[in-house]
């Protein structure tokens, strides 16, 4: 059997030429909370044109008449979303070409970066009456599946993982933590779930159980903060054949991820278990952050190996993968440094620049010597 790995053009994915060689970012500002409002919280975001971001700083008075305006930053993305935005504006801009480009065999990822509290589980998992992005893009790969049935077989596979305090969960099967692996696919977690999904209810109550299963741990500055990464793995395998009876797969990735809040460890408690978890938290995302500059630098070596998280995201980073990110960030001014902070690595994520995204496939080609046999070859297709 002959088996070749293709790199196709982008004429078929037109869309996604712009940002073949580029990560694109965009931000999304969530509505001001029902406390934000009781606690006298003033607005000091405003997105405008559905790329700009002004961020307003005000004086440090509490005094709400007196406030004033100190002075106002301006940050462009490749999309801003107003705090009026939907969920399914959400995903269409970030995610809906992924998922199209997942069923072609390609890799894609997105990941939700930002304060605990900005509004990344929201867009990610969402709400029973507003799914967010994992579910609406699964959603929409079934549907494009069944109108593709004809053409071929694709088998949906899903895997949902945290990474907290250094150690790697299973959500779907919680137990001990999994251990990664180098194979010829890139980093793996051994043993991990793969669960084979075929509706989009199901999943929705998978991942809702799967959440739950996420480590949460109360913290000084927010009731329940996220101190976990969490990522939902879909894998889509693809078979066909060609005119002359060749078997064709295709494998697509796509990793939807939930980072841990991005504050710092020292707005915290710093004296108990929580400040370990801290470290470890920054630990992770200081490792991304490192990868990150390295990457905007153009640098040879990119320090994955120093999170577990980076480990994990190192295809999706660097690889042959198409990369969205979303900064979240709230509108309140007492979350002003956080929003700076957020919106100033939302920036620097702009500058990397990855490797033009490939098709994972495979083409065995019948009669070639050593090649299996034509009813090796369709009792392999008849069993998926
Ligand atoms: P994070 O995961 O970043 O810590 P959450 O997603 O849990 O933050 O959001 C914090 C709160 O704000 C939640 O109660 C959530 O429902 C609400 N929220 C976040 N984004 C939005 C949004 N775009 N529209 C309405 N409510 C939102
Ligand atoms: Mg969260």
Known sequence: AVIRKLSMGAEKLENLDACVSRISVFVRLRPMGKKERENGSRCCVKVLNKRDVYLTEFTD???????????????????????????????????????????????????????TGAGKTYTMLGTMENPGVMVLAIKDLFAKVRQRSLDGNHVVHLSYLEVYNETVRDLLSPGRPLILREDKQGIVAAGLTQYRAYSTDEVMALLQRGNQNRTTEPTRCNETSSRSHAILQVIVEYKTRDGSMNIISRVGKLSLIDLAGSERALATDQRTLRSLEGANINRSLLALSS??????????????????????????????CNTMMIANISPSNHSFGETQNTLHWADRAKEIRVKGCEVNEEVVQVGEQGGPDQAQLLLELQKE
Not at 86 to 107: F, H, I, K, P
Not at 294 to 305: M, W
């Open 61 to 115: 008075d509490n005094d709400y008449l007196r406030l004033k305006r100190l002075r106002v930053r301006h940050f462009t993305f490749d999309s801003s979303f107003p705090e009026t935005t939907t969920q399914q504006q959400v995903y269409s801009t970030t995610t809906g070409d992924l998922v199209e480009a997942v069923l072609e065999g390609r890799n894609g990822s997105v990941f939700c970066y930002g304060a």
């Open 291 to 320: 990868c990150i500059n390295a990457l905007v630098e153009g640098k040879k070596h990119i320090p994955y190996r120093n999170s577990k998280l980076t480990q994990l995201l190192k295809d999706s980073l660097g690889g042959s």
